[in-house]
């Protein structure tokens, strides 16, 4: 039996081991951000012509810049998403992983401008790590990785679970694991407590 | 070179150390994979509390309101209109709304509040150390410790495999799929741009 879990334990560190470093990595990206709010300088700005439909709603134009361009993996703004810049243009942020392309819909000019925010690959794998297979619309590469993110997330738990038991099969004199264990749960405990 | 029992002394008391904080996260995940396995619900309850008329400074009433031990956390967005003034202080979980008359100096807190899983939750998405509230960069501490602890085991863990000479060949072929599967499809969104 222990083999048998041992083997388990093993193929599925294997199966799901770069989601494991990406998990690690994504976390201390998070710990090194120094603001909740991303930065959002464009690394490029292009131009493009477009011509919005004299009678067309907010909606409808977001959704004409939308086909236009085919950005890829990106998808329609939502409605509660459009807004207007200062000069009372529309203004439509396509995002995907990658970061943000930010669409100002120049009406005046008859074209669009069309700024790259790309994320770091620091806060890229933060969003990669995030990725469910709830999120059915997602594009092909994305719902394919999400679908193995969800495989190492249930690894991650079996690891707990198979990891305790291999350790109390294996080594169950070995008194430092306990401490260990008993300070980190301790510590969870008391933080959870402390900020509920 | 490590030899096998010292890597195996290592990846043990790096599970064992994080072992709680990597169950809250694995079980927060699958909350957000799927919600409807684990509905969650929030208590909302609003009280109101006398301060002094005509105060002017919104993050002025929510430090009173601190002091008073009426509400707990970090100062999320705070504004300022002539009458009445509004501001947000949110810890993981709770969200207190506190809303301001400046005439009667009557402040409404409305405070919301969700279950275990809605905690967890939050807690999973908090991080960093630049918080404004102390026990949140002490989270923020313990989330960069596990962090830490899940690449120790990550890289450990493939150690250990590589010395056991037995399971070699089949661990390469699955090793071999997460890595090859992985780099392909992440190669592929991080060149689809901006």
Known sequence: ?196 | MLDYRFLRSIHLLAGAGSAAFLLMYGFSAMQMAHSSWFPTSATVRERQIQLKPRLADARQIARELMQRGVVRGEIQQAATAPARLAVRVARPGTIHDIRYDAASGIVTVRTSATGFMGMLNRLHHTAGLYHGYALLNAWGWAVAMVSVALLVLGVSGVWMWWLRRQERAIGLVLLGANLGFSITVLALIRSAGP
């Open chain 1, 1 to 196: 039996m222990t083999s048998l879990i041992r083997r388990l334990h093993i193929y599925a560190g294997l199966l799901s081991f770069s989601h494991l470093i990406i998990y690690g990595v994504a976390g201390l990206a998070a710990t090194a951000q120094s603001q909740l709010e991303r930065p959002k300088v464009p690394r490029s700005v292009r131009y493009a012509p477009f011509t919005p439909p004299p009678s067309a709603t907010d909606k409808q134009v977001a959704a004409q810049v939308y086909r236009t361009l085919r950005l890829p993996l990106a998808r329609p703004v939502p409605d509660w998403f459009l807004r207007r810049t200062a000069d009372n243009d529309l203004l439509l942020d396509f995002y995907n992983m990658n970061g943000i392309w930010r669409v100002v819909v120049l009406e005046k000019e008859n074209r669009l401008r069309i700024e790259e925010i790309r994320n770091s690959l620091a806060l890229f794998l933060e969003d990669v790590h995030a990725a469910t297979p709830a999120d059915k619309e997602a594009p092909a590469p994305v719902r394919a990785w999400a679908l193995w993110n969800e495989f190492a997330l249930w690894c991650l738990i079996g690891f707990c679970v198979s990891g305790l038991y291999l350790w109390l099969a294996a080594r169950p004199r070995f008194y430092g694991a306990y401490a260990v264990c008993a300070a980190g749960a301790a510590a969870f405990i008391l933080l959870y407590e402390a900020i509920r």
